[in-house]
């Protein structure tokens, strides 16, 4: 079964920095998209960057020149890395995979458990 860990989250002043990481465990036979999500209390989950399985990357307006999504493919990661954090960026983070699983063609989407970013200004 795939799983998607995170790790990286947390409380930093604005400004600064953090980096964020997903590993994805289980067997994947074809993965499409990877890439993180972000939800603010009382607001809907947007896309925050995704990289495509031909190593195009998509980043939200929000935060463009300001964070970095990177991948390997080999060691099942994906990495977001924050600069410039604003009090806006506060949310809860989520590692996104759009993925065939192991034995199928079908893909699937999987989602982390989400981590805390809190950006005090």
């Known amino acids: 079964q795939v799983q998607l860990v995170e790790s990286g989250g947390g409380l930093v002043q604005s400004g600064g920095s953090l980096r964020l990481s997903c590993v994805f465990t289980?067997?994947?036979?074809?993965?499409?998209?990877m890439g993180w999500y972000r939800q603010a209390p009382g607001k809907q989950r947007d896309l925050v960057a995704r990289?495509?399985?031909?190593?195009?990357?998509d980043y939200a307006d929000s935060v463009k020149g300001r964070f970095t999504i990177s991948g390997d493919k080999t060691k099942n990661t994906v990495v977001l890395q924050m600069n410039s954090l604003k009090p806006e960026d506060t949310a809860v983070y989520y590692c996104?995979?759009?993925?065939?699983?192991?034995?199928?063609?079908?893909?699937?989407?999987?989602w982390g458990q989400g981590t805390q970013v809190t950006v005090s200004s």
């Open positions: 996104y995979l759009n993925a065939a699983p192991g034995g199928s063609s079908v893909p699937r989407i999987y």
């Open positions: 289980g067997s994947i036979s074809r993965m499409h998209v």
């Open positions: 990289i495509v399985s031909d190593g195009r990357t």
